[in-house]
């Protein structure tokens, strides 16, 4: 193992999760020295971040993707790598004078056929001259050659009308205010997912009947997509489409998206489906989780794989993991957690944010625990 | 190793000469798997003997049988080679000894097969994977080359890898 070349030792180092690794520092001085694009870590504490001020936009192979709106509304979109301490603060947007920004989401995702991270903002705009609400969508690249974009680009794809119908992306649908569950987008397999906040219920006591009901039929079944290779934005259906769902969340199953889903016809139980076709739309049945004794049933989250093909779920402030070969539930001690925390599935990696070119970006070494 | 003895159309064949003198007639389609085949190949033309100094009969005879299964299983575009290709590199990879596995990775990586050597290292990473510093050390047979107090400084820094 100490014979092999250097590109075969960080190609094997690089199949390794963030511990592991850190382990290896200890084996020997060699792998202590071996190149520090793989060995600088120093995670003790994870920065903490103000989630009032801080919006999280997703996480994407360790990577978390926070945007800010300043008080003159200026928005700027920040990358964060925990395991490495780094931020890297993306450069701003080409002002667009003539529009009103109303609203901006962000998210992080992989390009797996060109090895490039990819930042998507979509502005939901109100230009001054027509008034009317619309779309836009900008890309911004970070890739570890020269392929880094100097600035944000423009999406070529017309979707104005695909975001303006769907534009309930864009509202804080924190279910019953316990988590900011619905804000993040949720990245799986190279793609991007979003959920449509809105609940039913609302569809039918705002607007006139007709409008409502085809909304639901159109939009409230689906998700909204983005796909990192293709750059297209696409809805989906759920999975089941013609069964209501109380409320739902989704979660990244390790590469793969799981819609979870608590069927308004059996509280019992939380359902969790997951997506085996992209293009096909095709979901299968994976749990199907007993949560007797819950009192709220939509306040069960699932948040993520656990140890052992076990799945992790919150319920406020107690953790629970469940094992779908014995359908049992057993404690998770997590002290030290408020209610209103966000919980989510991480996997730590060592990918260096500073790798990237970033021009007019800043980079920043976090030094102590917030800023 | 002989070449395959399907009759198909007239497939050019290559003659691979390893560092000890052992030769191997492979298809070009089998041998061109080989990143770094392909290139001589590419800019070369004409030749048909390729000689590889760097690679034994062992290992080279290895790395062209893994070529073949994956050139044969790749004929038909069936969904259901992925799984023959999955199952069969489970196969291959299974009872590797250390010092094949070393030997064979170096074969794979000189001669450009990518495939192969992502295989062969997930491997090697397989064997790290959720294990112990000192289990580590006893797998690859490496002992520990510390100051005193050296590596406690490590794992301190880095205590929460090692909860």
Known sequence: MDRFSRDIIQLIFSKLPAKNLVKLRCVCKRWNREDNRFWEIGCHDIPEFNLDEYKLGSSCNGILCFSRETRDHIWMAYLLNPCRKEILKLPPHDLKAQSYIFNRKYGLGFDRAT?????VCISLTI??????RSAETEIYTLGSKSSSSRSWRALSQDIPSLITRFESIFYTG??????????????????????????????YYFGDNTESNYFEETYYNKLFTFHMGKEEFRLISHPNV????????????????GFVGHSAVDLSHIKVWTLEDYDGELWSK???????GVPKYNATHVIGPWENGKLLLRYRNSFVAYNPNTHTLINIRIPQLKPSTLAFSFTGSLVSLFCFKVEEGEKLVVEDQSF | MSSSSTTTTTTRLLMLKA?????????????????AINNMVEEEGSEDLICLPNV????????????????????????????????????FVMDLDQNTLYHL?????????????????????SMIRGKKVEEIRETFKIKSDFLPGQEEEIRKKNSWAFE
Do not use: Q
Request: hydrophobic share 35%; net charge negative; glycine share 10%.
């Open chain 2, 56 to 91: 034994n009969g062992k290992f080279l005879g290895m790395v062209l049988e893994w070529c073949k299964k994956h050139a044969n299983n790749n004929t038909n575009s069936d969904k259901g080679n992925d799984e023959v290709n999955k199952w069969w590199d489970k196969e």
């Open chain 1, 174 to 203: 924190d279910g019953d205010g316990d988590h900011h569950i619905d804000e993040r987008a949720i990245y799986a397999g190279g793609v991007l997912y979003w959920v449509n906040s809105e609940k039913r219920e609302e569809l």
């Open chain 1, 286 to 292: 994976r749990y199907s989780i007993k949560i007797g």
């Open chain 2, 105 to 125: 990775l170096m074969a794979a990586d000189y001669l450009s097969g990518t495939e192969l050597v992502d295989l062969l290292t997930e491997k090697v990473a």
């Open chain 2, 19 to 35: 560092s000890d003198g052992v030769t191997f007639e492979v298809e070009e389609a089998v041998a061109t798997k080989l990143g």
């Open chain 1, 242 to 257: 013609k069964h209501y769902y109380y409320s739902y969340h989704l979660v990244d199953l390790r590469g793969v998206l």
């Open chain 1, 127 to 132: 230009p001054r001259e027509s008034g009317k």
């Open chain 1, 115 to 119: 090895s490039e991270y990819k930042v």
